[in-house]
């Protein structure tokens, strides 16, 4: 059994966000990426952002996990303003980005090492492998495993720096039909394991609405939110029940239209 001390987490909330680049065929114009962006995730929610490529989605993850800066608007983590990254804040990508030269356990540890907390923090090392179910592998090597451990690994690796959000990039998406319904209920059992506030990138509309509280809609040309649909279904739950079935109508027709409307 895993007896994982707890972190609080944390409420997160985006106001009026705009970010540009600069053009790629023109490095003297900008383009705007991201216009007016407000949300607000509460303690312990977990919502989905979904919208076609190119809306601005990583953009915005990038944002929050303070690895870039806003041209305007404001960032909240509880009440401290996002300035710079920060452990508190966990990233998972579509690559697990594993380093291949250490084992399991050492990738798990890496962040520790890098915050000098590894002595203090050693035993939580199995515990978080427990959590992601990886003890028996804790010597293997990267190679050694299949994508869905892989994914596991860096999925323990974000966790055991207790991040009072957690931002999921696709994290699933590399991975077959199957193992991705298999790490949806995952990651969903270390959510309601650690009761992390998460932010999740996915394509796909299924996911979406199996696994958040919320799904928030982009669209692109600049990118901004388009639409916000609470998830009010009982978990587990089944995707193939009627409810679940009107919410994907709805919200394809909806992604549809907004990737066919005149800019
Ligand atoms: N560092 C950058 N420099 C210039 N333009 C950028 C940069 N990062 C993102 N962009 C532009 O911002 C827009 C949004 O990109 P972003 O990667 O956030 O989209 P996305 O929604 O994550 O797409 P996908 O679903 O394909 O991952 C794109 O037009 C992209 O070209
Ligand atoms: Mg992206």
New binding site residues.
Partial sequence: MVTLAQTEPAALSLRGIS?S????DDPLTR?L??IDISLSLAPGELVALI????????????LIAGL?TPDSGELTIGSEPITAPSAERGLVFQDPNLFPWLTVRRNIEAGLVARGLLREKRAEVDDFMRLVRLETFANAYPHHLSGGMAQRAALARALINHPKVLLL??PLGALDAFTRMQMQDEVLRLWQARRTTMLL?T?DIDEAIYMSDRIMI?T??P?RIERKIDIDLSRPRDRSSEAFLRLRSNILEHLHFAGTAPA
């Fill in positions: 970010k680049f600069a053009a790629p383009r990426a991201l919208g076609p490529s190119g809306c601005g989605k990583s953009t915005l993850l990038r870039d990039d696709e990138v394509h982009m692109p040309t990118g």
